[in-house]
């Protein structure tokens, strides 16, 4: 049986791409790992506590795991536009496809902002672009 593929849209099966991931099993290594899984967190939905976990606390807003776990956009496709890493600061541009209330689609455009702290890698901003 073929693997089932990420909704990441990486062209890997979900077992050996964002799934170690969202499961705890591992933790990722990149910005753009960690940029994919929380794609793949926010399309399935009931990852909230994996969101808020790779979340820098002090940008999080006071967002909780029941929020964050709730299916709120249709997300259909993940396009990662730019990606950069300078020690322990990283930047992912991309584009999220998602389809709004009315069944139109819509682009998320943003360029993200990651932080590693003690060896892991946090959501610390997003900027988004028009």
């Not at 990420?6 to 960690?34: D, E, I, M, W």
């Not at 939905?45 to 606390?57: C, D, I, K, M, S």
């Not at 496709?77 to 600061?89: A, C, V, W």
């Amino acid at each position: 049986m073929k693997p089932q593929l990420c909704v990441c849209a990486s062209g890997k099966g979900f077992n050996r791409c964002c799934q170690p991931y969202l499961s705890g099993s591992t933790r990722p290594k990149t910005p753009v790992q960690l940029m994919r899984s929380r794609f793949s967190a926010f399309a399935l939905g009931g990852y909230g506590a994996y969101l808020l976990e790779t979340w820098l606390p002090s940008s999080s807003n006071g967002l909780s795991e029941f929020e964050l776990s709730q299916l709120s956009v249709d997300w259909q496709h993940l396009e990662i536009i730019d990606k950069s890493q300078q020690g322990d600061r990283g930047m992912v541009e991309f584009k999220a496809t998602f389809l709004d209330h009315y069944g139109e689609k819509q682009r998320h455009h943003e360029i993200s902002q990651f932080h590693r702290i003690s060896g892991h890698w946090y959501y610390a901003a997003g900027r988004v672009l028009t």
